[in-house]
């Protein structure tokens, strides 16, 4: 009779036991801990998670020697349907990360994306993922000497609220998890104060009077351009990311009749070459350096008939950008074309 009733105590226990795994909120907590190696903030994660839905899955797969690491957790759309809630791709691998960039600055390289905010080593491209690209102090140098680093896409699904702070928060930590998985090394980021999160890269940037902006790109161009006055200016600039980007406009700010502009921009490492070269031969209106070993190009777009902006007039606005950059940077062997 004892024997009977300690079996129906177990069962009972183990059916509890069931009931309370089986619980929405329960399966949330126990996704969160075991996804992208538990290191994700949960309450950061939980508000991308628009109106409070559960978490459906997790998946992460590692690569070490090819220096790949990928996660990934899904939560329930307002439909019912399972939707991507994020995903993170890294690579430690040169190829790798050369392709990524290869298919984000297409041809002449002046894809919109936007700058990181706090220094965050990274951009948002066009397609709104957040790139990150950190050195690897542990991992050393590669075969050409070049200092190793690791590239991080983190992508927030179509359905989350990715335009919160929450999502560098949750950025970050999945730096630090890549980091770990693939033995770089890479210092902890900061994640940066504010309440808005990353930018949608396809909307106009915010610009201010150029003749009244106090910022890198504005001091890097003032003495080239000419009628300050008549120039609106967003600045790009991040001196931690492998890319830079000033963009002026000139015209009618409200309707856009008649609005003209000029894009500037730099691109820091090897993979850059082929923005500023169409086979070799240097493409007009580019420039060359050195930074930190590896090449790095400079470009500046210009639309057509700028009164005032002739060729000799935009590659001096060039040389001065380039100047720049390559100072702000410790870069040498600046060449613009022409």
Not at 72 to 77: H, K, V
Not at 120 to 133: A, D, M, Y
Not at 274 to 291: F, I, K, M, S
Not at 293 to 322: K, V, Y
Request: charged content about 30%.
């Amino acid at each position: 009779m004892r024997r009977w009733i300690k079996v129906a105590v177990a069962a009972v226990a183990v059916l509890a036991i069931g009931g309370w795994i089986a619980e929405p909120y329960v399966q949330d907590w126990m996704l969160l801990r075991g996804a992208c190696a538990g290191a994700l903030p949960g309450d950061a994660v939980r508000e991308l998670a628009v109106h409070g839905s559960h978490f459906t899955e997790e998946e992460s797969t590692t690569h070490e020697r090819l220096g790949s690491y990928s996660c990934s957790l899904g939560f329930e759309a307002d439909d019912g349907d399972d939707e991507l809630l994020l995903r993170m791709e890294a690579y430690t691998r040169r190829d790798d990360q050369d392709r990524e960039y290869m298919s984000l600055f297409e041809e002449r390289g002046f894809s919109p994306y936007a700058a990181l905010p706090g220094g965050l080593p990274g951009f948002v491209e066009r397609f709104g993922s957040l790139q990150f690209l950190v050195p690897c102090p542990d991992l050393g140098r590669d075969t050409e000497g070049r200092q190793r680093r690791m590239l991080v896409r983190t992508v927030f699904g179509r359905e989350a609220a990715a335009g919160q702070p929450a999502a560098y928060e949750t950025a970050v930590a999945l730096v630090a998890a890549a980091s770990d998985r693939l033995g770089c090394g890479a210092r902890p980021l900061r994640t940066p104060g504010g309440e808005s999160g990353p930018p949608d890269p396809e909307d106009d940037p915010r610009t201010v009077p150029f003749d009244k902006a106090d910022s890198a790109c504005a001091r890097a161009l003032r003495d080239a351009l000419p009628r300050p006055s008549g120039w609106r200016l967003a600045d790009g600039l991040n001196e931690a990311a492998p890319t830079d980007r000033c963009e002026l406009r000139t015209g009618d700010d409200d309707s856009g009749e008649g609005e003209r502009g000029m894009t500037f921009a730099a691109w820091y490492g090897d993979w850059s070459g082929r923005l500023v070269t169409d086979e070799g031969v240097p493409r007009p209106l580019t420039a060359t350096a050195r930074c930190d070993g590896e090449a790095a190009g400079f470009a500046l777009s210009a639309d057509e008939d700028i009164p005032g902006l002739g060729t000799a007039r935009q590659r001096a606005l060039l040389r001065a950008f380039a100047e720049d950059r390559t100072r702000q940077r410790g870069c040498t062997d600046l060449r613009v074309t022409g």
